[in-house]
């Protein structure tokens, strides 16, 4: 299905078919439009780090968004890899410290180790790497920043921490859902109402959350593979209903599939596609904020992940 283009879209919203739904909904956790700053604000400053992430805050993110791997020592760390030389320089600081695959492991790491380490971006054309130092935060420390700036600012900005490789943590002695909610509990997030979500593209880690008792919102990632696809009907998408609260589709799949919307709508679902990039705008947009506006106000989405949260911030505001 082709995509549509932000001003066909306003079209589409004229007929009443997938249209931006503002109302509130009383059995969702937060059915605003929102921005979540995806990496913190990645766009400008490299991804999962404290700089990033208070960036993302002063521009008005509504939401901020940490991956979490775990270290040797049970701590969540911030980064979006199970592995550290993507982003990191642990190559050079502990290069005896691959396993056989020749990767490093986070989960093979300390948390005061990890903490020796200096973090880049990974995307080129942004940050550049070598400049400035930038370090691998705890989820703690980033927590503590957001509440921190909530207080200071008087917003309250929430956090959308995905759980990466449950499985495989939890294969390697390190389960994630039991530590993760112990960590939310300490920081107060602990009602369905809380300004947070839990994403993971593992169903069985969100449905463990729920077993351990957690009323958090939660939130199913999706990408375009296989393992997807048994979710796209309206059967499937409702489906996911039973341990979450909404979807979080590669954009691409919405433009393919519009009912998805529709389907997650029925199933009291939320809807935040993942990521929109003002140096990766598909050409069939005229910006990024076009295509931020086609998905939020043309196909309906809830919520959109983006490395610009600014952009987005202005694309809702001056709508
Ligand atoms: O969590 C939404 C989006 O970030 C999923 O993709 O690979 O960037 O974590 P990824
Ligand atoms: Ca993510």
Redesign the pocket.
Known sequence: MIPLPYTAGILLAATGLPVAAQEERAEVPDSRKIVIA?RGASGYLPEHTLPAYAVAHGMGADYI?P?LVMTRDGRFICL?DIHLEATTNVEDVFPARAREDGRWYAADFTVDEIGRLEATERLNGRFPKGVGRFRVPTFAEMIELVQGMNRSSGRNVGIYP?LKAPAWHRAEGLPMEEALLRVLDRYGYRQPGAPVFV?SFEPESLKRLRALGSKLPQVL?MAEVEQYQRFLSPEGIAGIADFADGI?PAKTMIERCRDLVVWARKAGLLVHP??FRADQTPSRYENLTDEIRSHLFGFGVNGV?TDHPDVARDAIDWY
């Open positions: 995806h968004e991956d979006h995905e994403q990632l979080g993942y990521t992940f």
